[in-house]
Every structure is written in structure tokens, then in C-alpha cells.
């Protein structure tokens, strides 16, 4: 079963705007983590955040982290038309097991330049 | 670094035949992964290795196996093909829980 949900699964926005996709999950995690997957490639690490950090930055990425709601966002500012992909959260619950990550659905993205 | 390297890139086999699926790593990662992805989904675990001679079971197992006999090399067998394993098929490899993909094998059985 999936661990993740994310919302929205398609997202249509212009050059220039924001982009925030969120996720859900059901379990307690040690990590959060996102993934860009453009069409036809593998998954590309974007960024990782810890349970107990609420939000991380990575260039033009910004992701928050709710432990208490067990819910995460993905903020893409001053998107591009490269920004165009599939986005994935995925989680990782720790302990026994470790590394052994549980995807979400996916968002799909696209920006028009 | 190559990185991550699968191969074949694309496979098409006929319901029982068998076949295995290559994944090796030069980043001396402890931690391999095998996933799949069917359309308009995320991925799936199929089956882990936290190191050469360590194997466990993820999400969805059932019709494959692996072995992980060097830290470079985790394949993944698939012991007779049905139509329900067509797929995208993706190792990855894991430092530090961040896991790094391969370009994935397309997998049709028919």
C-alpha cells in the first residue's frame, strides 16, 4: 500500500509562479524525502528533511515538514519550464527499516512558458 | 562515476520465460534497492540488500528474487514472467537514507 498521498496529482501553472504540492503519510517516519522524475528518466534526489526539522531550503526548494498532521509540502518558487516532471515524496520509517523508502503517488507538473 | 547502471533498457518476454535484470553501482554503497513503477503510480519495493550477502523483501516480492553476492552487483530474476510484472523496473542505490536511481529497464511480458 502506499504510504504517501499527494495533492494535487496535476498541477498546471505559468514561468514564473509557485508550485506547492503536498504530501500525507500514515506512519511515523525517521526522514521525508522528494524526488523529481521527468518523463521516461529515473528518480532524481531532490531533498531530504529529518523528522524533527520542520522546514528545509535547497536553492529555489523549500519543504516543510508536520510531524503532528503527518503532512509535508514541497514549495518550487520562481518556477521554470525545466521544473516541468513528476514529483514524489517518499518516507522512510526508520529502524528495521531503514533506506526502505514508501512512495506517494506522484504530482505532475507542468509550467508553460 | 557511471553511478547507477541497469541493463537491458527495454525487455520483452513471453509469459514464463525467465530472465534477470542487472543492476550494478560504483559508489561503494552499502544499501540497493529494486522498485517498480506502473503507470500513473509511485514506486513500489520489490526487494533490498543493506550489504553483499543481506537480502530482504519489500512491498511486492512475489515472482522475483535477488541476491547480493559483491557490493556492486544486486540482479533481479524474475523466475517466470506474467503479464502482471509488465513495468518500468528501477535500482537504486542509498548513502545516508538518499537513494540514487538508475535509468530503469522497460519490462513487457506478453
Known amino acids: 500500500s502506499q504510504q504517501g498521498e499527494e495533492d494535487p496529482q496535476a498541477l498546471s501553472i505559468q514561468e514564473g509562479e509557485n508550485a506547492t504540492m503536498n504530501c500525507s503519510y500514515k506512519?511515523?517516519?525517521?526522514?521525508l524525502q522528494w524526488y523529481r522524475q521527468n518523463s521516461g528518466r529515473g528518480l532524481v534526489h531532490l531533498i531530504l528533511?529529518?523528522?524533527?526539522?520542520r522546514e528545509k531550503h535547497s536553492g529555489r526548494l523549500r519543504v516543510t515538514l508536520d510531524t503532528s498532521k503527518k503532512s509535508s509540502s514541497l514549495l518550487i518558487t520562481a518556477s521554470r519550464a525545466a521544473d516541468t516532471a513528476s514529483y514524489f515524496c517518499?518516507?522512510?520509517?526508520?529502524?528495521?527499516?531503514?533506506?526502505?523508502?514508501?512512495f506517494g503517488q506522484g504530482t505532475i507538473l507542468t509550467v508553460h512558458p | 562515476n557511471a553511478g547507477v547502471t541497469q541493463t537491458p533498457k527495454f525487455q520483452v518476454l513471453k509469459t514464463g520465460q525467465s530472465m534477470t535484470l542487472q543492476c550494478a553501482q560504483d559508489?561503494?554503497?552499502?544499501?540497493m534497492s529494486w522498485y517498480r513503477q506502473d503507470p500513473g503510480m509511485g514506486l513500489r519495493l520489490i526487494h533490498y540488500s543493506v550489504g553483499a550477502g543481506i537480502t530482504d523483501q519489500g512491498e511486492v516480492p512475489n515472482g522475483y528474487n535477488v541476491s547480493r553476492s559483491t557490493t556492486e552487483d544486486f540482479p533481479l530474476r524474475l523466475l517466470s514472467a506474467a503479464p502482471s510484472q509488465t513495468s518500468v523496473y528501477f535500482c537504486?542505490?542509498?548513502?545516508?537514507?538518499?537513494?540514487?536511481f538508475g535509468p530503469g529497464t522497460r519490462l513487457t511480458v506478453t
Open positions: 559508489m561503494n554503497h552499502e544499501y
Open positions: 517518499a518516507t522512510d520509517a526508520g529502524g528495521t527499516s531503514y533506506g526502505k523508502l514508501t
Open positions: 528533511i529529518r523528522s524533527n526539522e
Open positions: 537504486a542505490s542509498s548513502y545516508r537514507g538518499e537513494q540514487y
Open positions: 506512519t511515523s517516519i525517521n526522514n
